[in-house]
């Protein structure tokens, strides 16, 4: 189960060094646009003896006209400095659509007797869901054209996509406002109607009883938490559907799937660090649900099934977590037997399970493996893959009784690449390869891991892609380091074809694996939330110093970027170390963090007190308190900063880039750029079309470039 969560300035340049006046500097120079200011109304905070003045605390009410008309300024202003890079912006979007094949196919996934996929097509934002029988190429069904559902939407995003077992249904759930509430509907496949049902205010899980009439679908609450489990038969009056599960606990998230056997559907309820695991026969949905194994704090666990026994990883005893097996009459801890036992430099991360054969995802020196299981004769063999630093990534599988794995493989320098294993004869086929247009060359293109020594003496992976030669005159190189560290989450090196418009523009592009993700195992998630959170912003300190002393680049050339609680990364490392980046890109950044997690009607806040702490505690809040960004700034020079928000995000509220923005401004010592752009339609993840996507990376490296001066 997965949860919501939340990618040297001019003062300080070293002496001696040579002054670069971009296109823009010059421009703002003559114009000289007037920045918004917020006005600053005090507003007194006072816990444990502690009190803090939030001047801004008045930009959260969205229904105040002055709240938005503040966003609109600041919009503005962002525009009119960045206008002197609208060419450039349309030149770097040009490159990045110029390299993707617009009209394209994915790889069919074959479901009983059809193969389904998705198509692109030439100018459309969005994909076009559609299916034939495995056995006529010509007999194509369109099941969901996106493009149309969008249209009139300034935010569209597809959640649920659910196909009845018998294939004549489908359940989808879409979101028009980027608030990540769903509305739910049912598609008769044969007619192209709908049927009378639709659900509203459900999150995008879904999953069908094997009947196909009874589906299971998830309510969420005022603070938008995936809580209330409904049990819905087709035709019946939602009204009247029977709640299955209502979970109180409200550090809890739920989900509902079924098992690749189509024997089981799970219930899954997790926090941050413990869960549970109920399941109902797929046959018989309107029994009551069974537990297998009641949740205990701090134990995590994940189900597979096969015949009579559950597959079962966990952290029992084990905090990079095993692998047990149980029978499913009885799936209680007292019955598992352990299969793969605990390894304290190998983190398990889940399994799949096949009718011959155990799939197990583990992850090693910071780099994913794949395990295959023979599960008649007990050997198990290592996928084997072509590069040193790498990323493999699962895909649905929905066939139970094949030999065939499917799942996507990438590095920094190889587009990914589609690829059946056949696990019994330990082959592998690519079955497509993305197509990057525009002659991209791998060969001219290096990736590579490095370390540095974080303060404590920890080892950190950077990892990097550059192109060839490395060493070029002019110096050191720009170079852009991303970062995230949070909830346990790998920032996993992979191919990006936009990346290739700062690459060919002689950038390194690196990515600092620090504390807070499990890149490195589940001790390296310990050591960087709760109490050891300061790790994750050492740790990125130390990576950049290592970058800087390598002579890979120069403060003055530096620009670090991260979303969310990767812009939290970006607001707490600014605030420690300003004088070591020349630019910040800080998306959708989590930087309010101590008002936020006092604030229990907030989304997230109470299932992350398990991330952050709980700030009602002196210890978490004195933690927390050091290092939460807007508490932390301060009268000193700042490098550029490029800040963005939606307006509609309910992970990271735009009132706290907005809050964070607005006291930069009232306190930085310097004239380096700070813009603020808040995206009016959307929410956390931006813009939703793929065409749309690509004008905002182009709007980001084109402050990028302009900051540093980089020359087309």
């Known amino acids: 189960m997965t949860h919501p969560s939340r990618t040297v300035p001019a003062l300080v340049r070293p002496p001696g060094a040579p002054v670069e006046e971009s296109l823009g500097t010059r421009i703002e120079a003559e114009l000289a646009p007037e920045p918004p200011r917020a006005r600053s109304v005090p507003r007194e905070l006072t816990i444990h003896g502690d009190t803090r003045v939030d001047e801004y605390f008045w930009l959260r009410n969205r229904e105040d006209p002055e709240v938005l008309a503040y966003l609109e300024a600041e919009n503005r202003y962002t525009d009119a400095v960045m206008h002197c890079t609208e060419a450039l912006q349309e030149r770097l979007f040009a490159e990045m659509r110029g390299r993707i094949k617009e009209t394209d196919l994915s790889v069919p996934e074959r479901i009983d007797g059809w193969l389904y996929y998705h198509r692109t097509a030439e100018g459309a934002q969005y994909p076009i869901y559609c299916r034939r029988p495995v056995d006529n190429e010509n007999a194509e069904e369109v099941l969901l054209d996106l493009n149309p559902l969008a249209a009139g939407h300034a935010y569209f995003r597809l959640g649920a996509f659910e196909v009845s077992p018998d294939h004549r249904l489908l359940a989808y759930a879409v979101d028009t406002s980027g608030a990540e509430s769903f509305s739910l509907y049912v598609k008769d496949l044969a007619t192209g109607a709908l049927l009378a049902e639709t659900l509203v205010n459900v999150s995008p899980s879904v999953a069908w009883a094997n009947d196909s009439r009874t589906l299971f679908y998830v309510v969420l609450d005022e603070a938008r938490r995936p809580c209330r489990l409904y049990r819905h038969i087709l035709g019946a009056n939602s009204a009247e559907d029977a709640l299955v599960h209502f979970e109180a606990d409200e550090s809890f998230f739920l989900d509902i799937a079924r098992t690749r056997s189509n024997a089981f559907l799970l219930l899954e309820l997790a926090s941050h660090s413990t869960s549970e695991v109920r399941f109902v026969s797929a046959d018989r949905p309107e029994e009551p649900f069974r537990t297998v194994e009641p949740r205990h704090a701090g134990v995590e666990y994940t189900v ?100 065939l794995l499917r799942f996507s493989y990438t590095s ?5 690449a589609v690829v059946d294993y056949d696990m019994a004869a330990r082959t592998w086929t690519v079955r497509k390869q993305t197509e990057v247009l525009g002659g991209y060359d791998p060969a001219r293109y290096r990736t590579e891991r490095r370390f540095a020594t974080a303060p404590d003496g920890t080892q950190v992976p950077i990892s990097l892609v550059y192109q060839l030669p490395l060493e070029r005159p002019g110096g050191p190189r720009p170079l852009l380091l991303n970062g995230y560290g949070a909830y346990g989450i790998c920032f996993d090196p992979s191919f990006s074809s936009s990346s290739l418009s700062l690459l060919e523009r002689g950038f390194v592009v690196a990515i600092a694996h620090v504390r807070g993700g499990e890149d490195m195992g589940r001790p390296w998630y310990e050591a960087g939330k709760l109490l050891n959170k300061p790790n994750s912003f050492t740790d990125f300190i130390a990576a950049a110093e290592h970058l800087v002393a390598e002579g890979l680049t120069s403060p003055d050339r530096l620009v670090i970027s991260g979303g969310s609680a990767g812009g939290l990364l970006m607001g707490a490392v600014t605030n420690l170390r300003p004088d070591l980046f020349r630019a910040v890109l800080a998306e959708v950044p989590f930087v309010d963090v101590v008002n936020t997690m006092l604030d229990a009607t907030l989304p997230l806040t109470v299932i992350e007190y398990e991330e952050w702490g709980n700030p009602n505690d002196p210890a978490f809040y004195d933690c927390i308190r050091s290092y939460s960004p807007y508490d932390n700034v301060r009268e000193t020079a700042y490098p550029n900063m490029l800040v963005t928000a939606g307006l509609n995000d309910p992970r990271v509220a735009y009132w706290e880039p907005a809050k964070f923005t607005a006291r930069l401004r009232a306190r930085k010592t310097d004239s380096n750029r700070l813009l603020l752009r808040t995206n009016m ?20 490296y084109a402050f990028v470039l302009d900051v540093l001066g980089v020359s087309e």
């Open 412 to 416: 920094m320098v190889t587009p990914n």
């Open 304 to 403: 597979s099934h096969h015949g009579d026994r559950f597959f079962i990883t966990t952290n029992d005893a084990a905090p990079n977590f095993r692998l047990v097996s149980a029978p499913v009459t009885s799936p209680a801890r007292a019955h598992w037997t352990e299969l793969l036992p605990h390894r304290p430099d190998t983190k398990l991360d889940s399994t799949d399970a096949f009718r011959h054969h155990l799939v197990v995802y583990e992850r090693e020196a910071g780099l994913r493996q794949i395990r295959v299981l023979d599960l008649a004769s007990g050997a198990d063999h290592l996928v084997a893959f072509p590069e040193p630093v790498y990323t493999v990534r699962q895909h649905e599988n929905p066939e139970f009784d094949t030999t």
């Open 681 to 700: 339609g959307a929410g956390h993840g931006g813009a939703s079309g793929r065409w749309d996507y690509l004008r905002e990376v182009a709007f980001k």
